[in-house]
């Protein structure tokens, strides 16, 4: 079992920037891909972006490309998620996840944090 805890969402304004980190307990970190997703008011949990479990491969929402980095630490069991020129349609829980396939699909993760809310004022 891997337990996530989001932290780092919280109110700016558009242009401005957040950093987002999740961090692991439990389980063997280096072995799960990580991902990051978010889920507007209605609207359906969408992917953000993932990184292999080596940190070497990463993969982001075509929109999102050039904006957001994903980059993680796996001796201190964290992944980020770092957010520049926010948007206001970027508002949204960010959630981190843990799964054994790299993949930009949610229901590939099997283990979920219980998100953290982003909000960008224009």
């Known amino acids: 079992q891997v337990q996530l805890v989001e932290s780092g969402g919280g109110l700016v304004q558009a242009g401005g920037s957040l950093r987002l980190s999740c961090v692991a307990s439990?389980?063997?970190?280096?072995?799960?891909?990580m991902g990051w997703f978010r889920q507007a008011p209605g609207k359906e949990r969408e992917f953000v972006a993932t990184?292999?479990?080596?940190?070497?491969?990463?993969d982001y929402a075509d929109s999102l490309k050039g904006r957001f980095t994903v980059s993680r630490d796996n001796a201190k069991k964290t992944v980020d998620l770092q957010m520049t020129s926010l948007k206001p349609e970027d508002t949204a829980v960010y959630y981190c996840a843990a799964g054994a396939v790299w993949s930009k699909i949610g229901s590939q993760y099997s283990y979920w944090g219980r998100g953290t809310q982003v909000t960008v004022s224009s």
């Open positions: 990184i292999h479990w080596s940190g070497g491969n990463t």
């Open positions: 439990g389980g063997t970190f280096w072995r799960y891909a």
